[in-house]
């Protein structure tokens, strides 16, 4: 599972939110709740520009938001990074 289960994920066909829902919760452990389904579509568009807000209750190093990269890197998005990544170059040569 792991990072094989996310590169299938990035890649399928179920669409950004589904996809990432499937893998917060079955590929991790403990399952991370589904209300970080956003925060990490929002982390995975705004890669090193920005923070994210995160959900009420939750914390990062004490703070009510976290860099994108760190909730990429804390929920292991970087299959997803490597689509949206192949996306713009993409939209680019148009």
């Given at each position: 599972m792991?990072?094989?289960?996310?590169?299938?994920?990035?890649?399928?066909t179920?669409?950004?939110?589904?996809?990432?829902?499937?893998?917060?919760?079955?590929?991790?452990?403990p399952?991370v709740?589904t209300?970080?389904v956003?925060?990490c579509?929002?982390?995975?568009?705004?890669?090193?520009?920005?923070?994210?807000?995160?959900?009420?209750?939750?914390?990062?190093?004490?703070?009510?938001?976290a860099?994108a990269?760190?909730v990429?890197?804390?929920?292991?998005?970087?299959a997803?990074?490597?689509?949206?990544?192949?996306?713009d170059e993409?939209?680019?040569?148009?």
């Open positions: 792991g990072n094989n289960l996310a590169l299938d994920l990035a890649t399928s179920l669409g950004l939110r589904n996809a990432l829902s499937i893998h917060l919760t079955s590929n991790h452990y399952p709740p209300e970080m956003e925060p579509v929002l982390a995975i568009e705004a890669i090193d520009r920005r923070s994210i807000t995160l959900p009420e209750g939750v914390l990062w190093r004490g703070q009510t938001t860099p990269w760190a990429v890197e804390g929920h292991h998005l970087e997803w990074l490597v689509d949206y990544e192949d996306e993409d939209e680019d040569d148009l």
